[in-house]
């Protein structure tokens, strides 16, 4: 273990596809890059499409693109001209972006097919980024899930990303735009090199079934650390216990892990915020300093599959009656994807299999050990949301603590990405919440527990109103809709006036309470702004007075923003003592809330993958290997600690996702951990590398 740790300073790992009847069956020369579109002055492309955009300068290969600021995605789209682009063959398309203002910018391309109507395939693709102010960066668009497809069609389900698939038609790309994204004001940005790069290879579907092994792993390919016998196990085992006693981890913390070199503030026993010398902080109980770095899912649930109707997919399935039987088991959860439908359903646990196969009958109790000296070595500091409390209550690594509403009522015409929104005005909405808090009052008064994270990535919406407009189409008998009518008959007094204001023509008021047809915004906006703003103060303000009762010394981290606006980001700066967001950026050095608001921040999720390891699918942001995407999370957390709001980076998770997708269909490399259980050697070194030093970093003291 001791080599492969430090195999992490070394050149990047080489992929190496197994020699079979399953390997490639054809790989070209490595295709030399394709321009395009011309960005060319004085040849530009000669059919484009502008959305609340204009190309304001166009020098060398180089168009400036100003973004008028009306449109929230304005784009400027270049459209094939005699025939789509074919871009079979080949395995990106790239481009490089500058933002040319003075805040940070979403920025990206898509690639939409000329057939849409007519193919299975997916049929856009997108990749984009967030710049900061005079940042260049090359941003990608996969074409393929890996670096080849197969040369006749196969059917392969439950997964974000298979493999041998085609990403988007390739064959058919009627339109190529570059856009900017969530834009409230005119910006600029420049583009260049629009590109299609690198080769993709053909193989046979004749023998790839099963491609996962009896380790969980993907079958036709060899890596470093890859687990191919039962032996294995303990060999990698007692490499990385030499490893971890060899590598203790800073010397100068205190028991909370609070850094005893900094300024000592007062001791109350318990975790807070306090703004130091310009930056946020969380100050431990002993009143030393901390800033939060840790890791989300340390869990043996994590790192499982679905395997019904797909079990030919696995090699070496246990019988149910052997050992290893044990770790069968049914999912009712399937928001998403292939087993949407067919709750609920048998999975394997693989990392739990793993963790018998390593540590024995104690299995258990070992993986709690294990993570505690890791994080430890690591130069960690948090067990971060969805832990195993097995794990957490051991007091020997600080916490966040979290749930979940429900069994409340629900927003009925309210939809998003995870399911309804919360009736926030029904009893049962806090009464979930007394009952929920009531199962963690071991946490409530544990000192070792930061806080408490309720609920992860609403959907808020983007606009400030559709919340309202969701309560508007819920039926007669909803609590919201009965509070929100109540709101407006008080402020109009008769239905004529609303009617007049509004630009509708309902009967009467209770005309209007049975009616769930939405009005018009342009209308009504001011209406449907102030009654969002009721739901989110009611929302966040419950929370907050439940926790003060149930949990009082306990910090309120948030609901872990995914989609947000500035409604209730205000909202959440009043009643949360941390404001949480979920940011899968480069950067979020310049993540601020509204208005200068002055609140502490804290990241709930974030990562970087990559395809070397056996994944088909590297997450949400992508680095070209392990090396890279630990080079990634370094500038990630560098960026964190320069931003004085953050008090904390949470890595989204610790094991990976399954190759073959989990319950919604992901399957990102994203773990710091295989699903063997096998730290990933640069991700170990990269953490060590910034923990070791990110107080001094943040402080300006010392390294």
């Not at 040849?43 to 060398?60: P, T």
């Not at 919340?467 to 929100?484: H, R």
Request: charged share 25%; net charge negative; with cysteine.
């Amino acid at each position: 273990m001791r080599q492969l740790f430090q195999r992490a300073r070394q050149s990047a790992y080489r992929r190496r596809l197994a020699c079979s009847a399953f390997g490639l069956l054809a790989l070209g020369a490595c295709a030399q890059p394709l321009e395009l579109v011309s960005l060319k002055e004085g040849a530009l492309h000669a059919d484009i499409d502008y959305l609340d955009s204009a190309i304001s300068n166009n020098v060398g290969d180089t168009i400036e693109v100003h973004a008028i600021g009306k449109d929230a995605w304005p784009n400027v789209t270049f459209n094939a001209i005699g025939k789509p682009w074919n871009l079979k063959g080949y395995a990106t398309v790239k481009a490089d972006f500058t933002n040319l203002g003075s805040a940070p910018l979403q920025v990206g391309i898509r690639l939409d097919s000329a057939k849409a109507a007519e193919t299975e395939t997916p049929q856009h693709a997108q990749g984009f980024e967030l710049l900061d102010p005079a940042e260049t960066r090359t941003i990608s668009v996969r074409l393929v899930s890996d670096g080849w497809v197969f040369t006749n069609a196969v059917e392969l389900v439950g997964m974000r990303r298979a493999p041998g698939a085609e990403l988007v038609d390739v064959a058919n790309i009627g339109r190529i735009q570059v856009f900017a994204g969530h834009v409230k004001q005119p910006c600029l940005f420049a583009v260049s090199n629009l590109r299609a790069e690198g080769s993709v290879g053909q193989r046979s579907a004749e023998g790839f079934l099963p491609f996962i092994d009896t380790y969980g792993q993907t079958k036709h390919r060899e890596w470093e650390g890859k687990i191919r016998a039962h032996a294995d196990f303990a060999v990698l085992r007692t490499a990385e216990e030499q490893d971890l006693a060899q590598h203790p981890g800073r010397s100068d913390l205190g028991t909370y892990r609070g850094w005893t070199g900094g300024e000592k503030r007062e001791a109350t026993g318990w975790f807070r915020v306090e703004k130091v010398d310009g930056q946020w902080w969380l100050v431990d109980p002993e009143g030393y300093l901390f800033w939060s770095h840790g890791a989300t899912c340390i869990d043996p649930n994590f790192g499982y599959t679905g395997i019904q109707g797909r079990e030919d997919y696995f090699e070496g399935l246990p019988a149910d009656d052997k050992p290893l039987g044990q770790f069968y088991s049914q999912s009712s959860w399937a928001p998403h994807g292939f087993y949407a439908d067919k709750v609920p359903f048998k999975i394997f646990q693989f990392y739990k299999a793993n963790l018998f196969r390593k540590y024995g009958e104690n299995w258990k109790a070992d993986f709690s050990d294990s993570v505690h000296k890791r994080i430890k070595s690591w130069d960690m500091n948090t067990i971060a949301n969805w832990a195993d409390r097995e794990v957490y209550r051991g007091q020997r690594t600080p916490y966040v603590a979290n749930f979940f509403i429900r069994g409340n009522r629900q927003l009925e015409g309210s939809h998003g990405y995870w399911g309804k929104f919360h009736d926030v005005f029904d009893p049962s909405f806090r009464a979930s919440i007394q009952r929920t808090l009531k199962q963690r009052k071991r946490e409530a008064k544990d000192p070792w527990c930061i806080g408490f994270f309720v609920d992860n990535e609403l959907s808020w919406g983007y606009d400030g109103m559709s919340l309202a407009i969701d309560t508007l189409a819920s039926p007669a008998d909803q609590p919201a809709k009965i509070e929100f009518i109540g709101d407006l008959q008080a402020k109009y007094g008769d239905i004529a006036t609303l009617n007049l204001a509004w630009g509708t023509r309902h009967a009467s008021w209770e005309a209007l309470l049975a009616s769930r047809e939405p009005p018009e915004a342009v209308r009504a906006g001011e209406d449907l702004r102030v009654f969002y703003r009721k739901t989110c103060n009611t929302y966040f303000g419950t929370i907050r007075d439940e926790l003060e009762s149930a949990a009082p010394n306990h910090l309120y981290l948030g609901c872990r923003f995914a989609w947000v606006n500035d409604a209730v980001a205000v909202a959440a700066s009043e009643y949360c003592d941390v404001v949480s967001y979920n940011k899968y950026n480069h950067s979020v050095r310049g993540l601020r809330l509204p208005h200068q608001i002055d609140k502490p921040l804290m990241i709930g999720e974030y990562h970087f993958g990559a395809t070397d390891r056996g994944h088909f699918h590297p997450g949400l942001r992508e680095g070209a290997d392990q090396l890279e995407r630990a080079e990634k999370f370094k500038a990630y957390f560098t960026s964190a600690l320069d931003n004085p709001q953050m008090v904390g980076v949470h890595w989204f998770q610790w094991v990976d996702e399954h190759a073959a997708g989990r319950a919604d269909e992901e399957n990102y490399n994203v773990g710091l951990v295989d699903i063997c259980d096998t730290p990933y050697p640069e991700m170990v070194s990269a953490m060590r590398e910034v923990g070791a030093t990110m107080y001094e970093s943040r402080t300006g003291k010392g390294n």
